[in-house]
Every structure is written in C-alpha cells, then in structure tokens.
C-alpha cells in the first residue's frame, strides 16, 4: 500500500491551496487519515485527523482555516487550507490507518511542500 500526496506550492499569505493523498494497493477498508506537517528545524506535527466514522480533529492552530475531507470510494483523503499563513509553511504528509490482505498498515505519503510567502 502506497500514500501518494499532491497540492503544494508556492502562496501567497490570506491565499489557498487544496492538498490531495490517494492511497493504492490491496484496500479492504481504511479508519484514521490523517495530515501532518514539518517546518524547518522543527518537529512534525498532526495538523488534522478524520476517522471513518467522520470524527475530525484539528491543531489549535488551523481551526477555522483548513478543513479535512475523505473519499473513501476513491481512498482519498483531503486537506482545504484557507488564509494561509507564513507559520503554514512545511512539508506536509499524509498518514493512513489501512486494512489489507495482510492486515493493518499506518503508511506515510511522500510530503508536498507548502510555501507561504509574506
């Protein structure tokens, strides 16, 4: 099973970008997706979660601005980031709690880059 990630780029601040993670392989199911980001010379940090069941979490620090989504028909999970700031800028990955043939796997996405210029 593979997470591919996709979306980032460069912004400006108060601008938007909408990051993409589509898992493939053997999929029976998948419960926890989620988004996590890191910022240079800093540790990485969840930033948004969803379960299967639509319960969602945010970091204080994105609450009101981004928003998390699933697809679970196309195994995507997605990430809505409004009013970007500069503090915004990381790497962002994906993680996913999956099901397969041989049974639970947590894998990560590559990581997107997202800039945010002042």
């Known amino acids: 099973v593979q997470l591919q990630a996709s979306g980032g780029g460069l912004v400006q601040a108060g601008g938007s970008l909408r990051l993409s993670c589509a898992a493939s392989?053997?999929?029976?199911?998948?419960?926890?997706m989620a988004w996590y980001r890191q910022a240079p010379g800093k540790e990485r940090e969840l930033v948004a979660s969803i379960t299967r069941g639509m319960i969602i979490n945010y970091s204080d620090s994105v609450k009101g601005r981004f928003t998390i989504s699933r697809d679970d028909a196309k195994n995507t999970v997605y990430l809505q980031m409004n009013s970007l700031k500069p503090e915004d800028t990381a790497v962002y990955y994906c993680n996913a709690d999956i099901l397969t043939t041989t049974g639970w796997v947590s894998p990560w996405g590559q990581g997107t880059l997202v800039t945010v210029s002042s």
């Open positions: 392989g053997s999929i029976f199911s998948s419960n926890m």
